[in-house]
């Protein structure tokens, strides 16, 4: 890998085949948690792109896809404002479906709080989440994590799909910045 790709990283926390391992798991402990259920998928755009297309793989049974994109982040910022906004919403109408959400990151909680508030009004049969990383030392709204990946210490990381001020996304590791 060229050394401008990974210049700024610190550490390496999680590496290809560790990720790769993990999400395989993932996949087949939602394939039986929903076998025979009517399952949505949901990425949250952008940082969880890759780990949904590398998870859906994994995942043996039928499913639809739609995507989200929320934000609390300024341009460039690198902290959240507790004012999540949408800015792409689903296509899907999820009455009475099972919702899975997939997500790259929960740190403080705020953004994922306020997107399944919203989606509860919509009356979906249920509703979990499944995120890569949590980064439980910058909780400040409880929040559930039904399928998680790794837990992560309080660093700013990227790879994967994260960015740390849009560069970063193509690593196909997770690092520290």
Known sequence: M???????????????????????????QISRDYAGKDLLLVGILRGGVVFLADLMRCITIPCSLDFMAVTS?????????????????????????????????????YTFDHLLQLLRTREPASLKVC???????????????????????????????????ERYRNLPYIAAV
């Open 131 to 165: 995120a890569l990383l949590n980064k439980p030392a910058r909780r400040e709204v409880q929040v559930p994590i039904d399928y998680l990946g790794f837990e992560i210490p309080d660093v700013y990381v990227c790879g994967y799909g994260i960015d740390a001020d």
């Open 73 to 109: 982040y300024g341009v460039g910022a690198r902290e959240s404002n507790r004012s999540p906004r949408i800015m792409l919403d689903l296509r899907e109408d999820i009455l009475g479906r099972n919702v899975l959400l997939i997500e790259d990151i929960v740190d403080s909680g």
């Open 2 to 28: 060229s050394t401008e790709l990974t210049s700024g990283i610190k550490r390496v926390l999680f590496t290809e085949s560790q990720i790769a391992a993990r999400v395989a798991e993932l996949g087949a």
